[in-house]
Structures are given as structure tokens and as C-alpha cells.
């Protein structure tokens, strides 16, 4: 699987949004991007997956740059509830494996 | 509330002891993971299993066991651990292996202290 690299970490301001960044440059055509967070103490929550096409959810939208090289985790109105560390991870279609790095360390302030 | 939950939630034990942990996934998923938290480090697998059968064994030492029964139960068996086996251990379901996305959802965690 393709690595990952993620800025450590990253502030906001309650209720703007957090863009986190996360390059992927050598990930392959079957890899998927896949985002997790993880609260202190508590384990990782899914948030969103993508291929090459731009995705939504109710928790977060993701942009993937046309090469996929490089991807951004958008939350269009952060709360102090999404203070976390936010991992980017790439993944073959397929794979049973996530290979967690060391994410970005997000805080919203108020 | 994930639909995964893990027993005990802290748990500390002697070198010599042995303990388990158990998770269990209200979720009708084929596929379980432990995985292993240590301080400042990242997430690391050390176990897969779908189906009940064990495929990814991440070269996890031999005192720890683990056990899946079904579908919906796993079990970490733990006996003559060390100080540095201290660490968050999560568990983690998905409908399977082999999809082509394959979210996982984790339990909150046992927090083991060894002593």
C-alpha cells in the first residue's frame, strides 16, 4: 500500500472549516483513500472513502486532486467535538489491511 | 456506539498472570482485527480473521492467542506478558476481507497495564 504524509499537526477555529491535506504520491490505480479519526482514548471512527471522484458525506467531504496525488479532508464547520488525530490512509480494493501513520493532530479552538 | 464492544475496558496484570480480552460486533460482520495502541506510536494489526479463519498474522509474538469462535466474537489471549506489552488493544470488525471497501468499525479499547 502506498504511503502517506500528513502535516503533524493543525488548529482551527470553532465553526470554520478544517482542511486537512494528505499527499499520496505514489499511490497505484486500485488504491482506495480512506479517512479516520480517533478521539482521545477512544478507537478509530471511519469518515470517508474515495477513488478519484470528490465524495460527501454527513460528517466531511473529500477532495482528491485529479493526478490522486494528493487529497484534502474537508469539515465545513469544525466543533470542539472534532478534536482529534485525523489519518489518511491508501488501501487496495480488496486489502484487509489499514496501515495507520501518524496522522494530524487536529484541534478546533473556541 | 459503533456496534463494537470490548471486555474489560482496563485491565492490569502481572508478568506471570494470564487474562483475555473479548470484543463482540452486533453488526453482522464476517471479518474481526485486533490491533495494538503503544504510546506515541501508530495503530498496528497484529491479527485478522474472516470468516472464523485466521489470515494475517502481522508477526505477533506467541504470548498472545488469539481465538474466534464465530463470526461475531474474538478473544486475545494473554500470558507471560512484559512491561512494554502495555498499550491500548482495539478490536475492529467489516463485512469482510475481500471487499472493495472495507470499513472497519472499532471498539473503544482495552487499556492494558502490565506490571
Known amino acids: 500500500d502506498a504511503k502517506t504524509t500528513q502535516p503533524t499537526s493543525m488548529d482551527c477555529a470553532e465553526g470554520r472549516a478544517a482542511n486537512l491535506p494528505c499527499n499520496h504520491s505514489t499511490i497505484s490505480g486500485n488504491e482506495y483513500v480512506y479517512w479516520y479519526r480517533q478521539i482521545h482514548s477512544q478507537g478509530p471512527q471511519y469518515i470517508i472513502h474515495g477513488l478519484k471522484n470528490n465524495e460527501t458525506n454527513e460528517m466531511a467531504s473529500l477532495i482528491i486532486t485529479e493526478d490522486r496525488k494528493s487529497s484534502t479532508l474537508i469539515l465545513p464547520h469544525a466543533t470542539l467535538r472534532d478534536t482529534a488525530v485525523y489519518y489518511c490512509i491508501v488501501k487496495a480494493g480488496g486489502s484487509e489491511k489499514l496501515v495507520f501513520g501518524k496522522g494530524t493532530k487536529l484541534t478546533v479552538n473556541p | 456506539e459503533t456496534g463494537v464492544t470490548q471486555t474489560p475496558r482496563h485491565l492490569v496484570m502481572g508478568m506471570t498472570n494470564k487474562k483475555s480480552l473479548k470484543c463482540e460486533q452486533h453488526?453482522?460482520?464476517?471479518?474481526m482485527y485486533w490491533y495494538k495502541q503503544s504510546a506515541k506510536k501508530p495503530l498496528e494489526l497484529m491479527f485478522v480473521y474472516n470468516f472464523k479463519e485466521q489470515t494475517e498474522n502481522n508477526s505477533v509474538p506467541s504470548r498472545f492467542s488469539p481465538e474466534c469462535p464465530n463470526s461475531s466474537h474474538l478473544f486475545l489471549h494473554l500470558h507471560t506478558l512484559q512491561p512494554e506489552d502495555s498499550a491500548l488493544y482495539l478490536c475492529?470488525?467489516?463485512?469482510?476481507?475481500?471487499?472493495?471497501?472495507?470499513?472497519?468499525?472499532f471498539g473503544p479499547g482495552t487499556r492494558l497495564t502490565v506490571l
Open positions: 475492529a470488525s467489516s463485512r469482510e476481507t475481500s471487499g472493495i471497501v472495507n470499513e472497519q468499525f
Open positions: 453488526l453482522g460482520h464476517n471479518a
